[in-house]
């Protein structure tokens, strides 16, 4: 069975650390994973990843695949409050289907 | 200029009724999701539909009926409510099936 594992499932830091969010999965058929950053509504998109090893950054926020170890990382460096939030991994398999993990919930104090 | 909406933002029912919520996408994606968060948070898809045809459909109770009208619209219909069904519903579209997904704002129903 499809099945995609975040781990912390929940992680309190202050702000100015610096985090990294781990995305195992067993997918078959993958097409890409995806990152998705959910406060109090609906989730939004930070990355799609498809190729191995090549970084995608976004101000604070970079992330990576390893297709042969099955994992992605997502990491927040000098974090803020604003980056509080449940932080979703997404697998895409067969027919574009979505496969999320539980998710990892940030809290990130002042 | 809302990418993809959905209405109602709440409902609350009793069990036993009928009741639909829309989805709309003015992207011009070809495929749409239906997707449901239950109370631990946890995301699981329903349905997916591409230009129309159902091409996604989970494993979810007959009582749960998509429909698409055209491409850019996407409504759920749920039958005989039942108080497992509370949850946050969520629509979602994309260009195309390989392409990057996006939410609309959640419907929160609440079967009493």
């Known amino acids: 069975e499809d099945k995609v594992v975040q781990s912390p499932l929940s992680l309190v830091v202050h702000e100015g650390d610096t985090v990294t969010l781990n995305c195992s999965y067993e997918?078959?058929?993958?097409?890409?994973l995806l990152w998705y950053k959910q406060e109090k509504k609906a989730p939004t998109f930070l990355f799609m990843l498809?190729?191995?090893?090549i970084e995608k950054k976004s101000g604070r926020l970079s992330s990576i695949l390893d297709k042969k170890e099955l994992f992605s990382i997502l990491n927040i460096t000098a974090t803020q409050t604003g980056d509080s939030a449940v932080y979703l991994c997404?697998?895409?398999?067969?027919?574009?289907?979505?496969?999320f993990g539980q998710g990892t919930e940030l809290s990130v104090k002042p | 200029d809302t990418a993809v909406s959905q209405t109602p933002k709440y409902l609350v029912t009793q069990m036993g009724n009928d009741k639909s919520i829309k989805c709309e996408q003015n992207?011009?994606?070809?495929?749409m999701y239906w997707y449901k968060q239950d109370s631990k948070k946890f995301l699981k898809i329903m349905f997916s539909?591409?230009?129309?045809?159902?091409?996604i459909n989970e494993t979810v109770p007959n009582r749960f009926s998509p429909k698409s009208p055209d491409k850019a619209h996407l409504n759920l219909h749920i039958n005989s409510l039942e108080l497992g069904d509370s949850a946050v519903y969520f629509c979602?579209?994309?260009?195309?099936?390989?392409?990057?997904?996006?939410f609309g704002p959640g419907t929160r129903l609440l079967v009493l």
């Open positions: 997404a697998v895409e398999g067969q027919g574009g289907k979505l496969i």
């Open positions: 997918v078959t058929n993958f097409r890409s």
């Open positions: 498809t190729s191995s090893g």
């Open positions: 539909y591409n230009n129309k045809e159902l091409i």
């Open positions: 979602a579209s994309s260009r195309t099936r390989q392409e990057t997904q996006y």
């Open positions: 992207l011009g994606h070809d495929t």
